[in-house]
């Protein structure tokens, strides 16, 4: 399987500004997921990250608030825009390999607004 | 929409006892079911996967069970070990580019 890392591990923002978390895989990967997990909480899909396209969003999460980047098989950025106290939680990024239905998880990062 | 029902949310069991989490779908086109564990503050981990053409799986302690006609599928732990306490979450996907839908997630908690 491919190991994902993430950064930052955890931080603390102040509402109003923006957080922005990296995920890198260190094989090529067809498909990279955001999720959200809320404490105690189980996983919420945020988007799919297309490589040279925009991200497909689930219903809830618009690109404004959670803009999204792939630029290769390999990155993925999730950016949680004008923080509020409820987007506190835990992001993790997934990925998916080609010919593959097994998905595997970053270390997640902690995002805790005040 | 597509659904995974997961039951029950806490169990709590006996160190050597068998713990069985049980998970509804709602797709019948679902096709692949994989298990995570994820314990306090760690991500979730794949523990076991089964696809819709195989109605068991087993790997040492840790069996899956899959009845498709029903669209259930279990997780059976057994000689249940304190290690084993986390949250144990299932998912269902129809495999390739779809999502994959998880569960409510159980907390196990063995006790000593």
């Known amino acids: 399987s491919a190991v994902i890392s993430q950064k930052p591990s955890r931080d603390i923002c102040q509402r109003g500004t923006s957080l922005t978390i990296q995920c890198q895989v260190d094989?090529?990967?067809?498909?990279m997921f955001w999720y959200r997990q809320q404490p105690g909480q189980s996983l919420t899909l945020i988007a799919t990250?297309?490589?040279?396209?925009?991200?497909?969003?689930e219903s809830g999460f618009v690109i404004d608030k959670f803009p999204i980047s792939r630029p290769n098989l390999t990155f993925s950025t999730l950016t949680v825009s004008n923080l509020s106290p409820e987007d506190s939680s835990i992001y993790l990024c997934s990925d998916k390999t080609g010919g593959t239905d097994t998905q595997y998880f970053g270390p997640g990062t902690r995002l805790t607004v005040l | 929409g597509e659904n995974v029902e997961q039951h029950p949310s806490t169990l709590s069991v006996q160190e050597g006892d068998s713990a069985v989490i049980k998970c509804t779908y709602s797709d019948s086109a679902s096709n692949y079911f994989p298990w995570y564990k994820q314990e306090l503050g760690k991500r979730p981990q794949l523990i076991i996967d089964?696809?819709?053409?195989?109605g068991e799986k087993k790997d040492q302690r840790i069996a899956v069970t899959l009845n498709k006609t029903a669209k259930h599928f279990s997780l059976h732990i057994t000689e249940t070990q304190p290690e084993d306490s986390a949250v144990y979450f299932c998912?269902?996907?129809?495999?390739?580019?779809?999502?994959?839908?998880f569960g409510a997630g159980t907390r196990l908690f063995v006790k000593a």
């Open positions: 094989s090529q990967v067809t498909m």
């Open positions: 998912a269902a996907s129809k495999g390739g580019g779809f999502k994959t839908i």
């Open positions: 089964i696809r819709s053409n195989v």
């Open positions: 990250a297309n490589q040279g396209s925009e991200a497909t969003y």
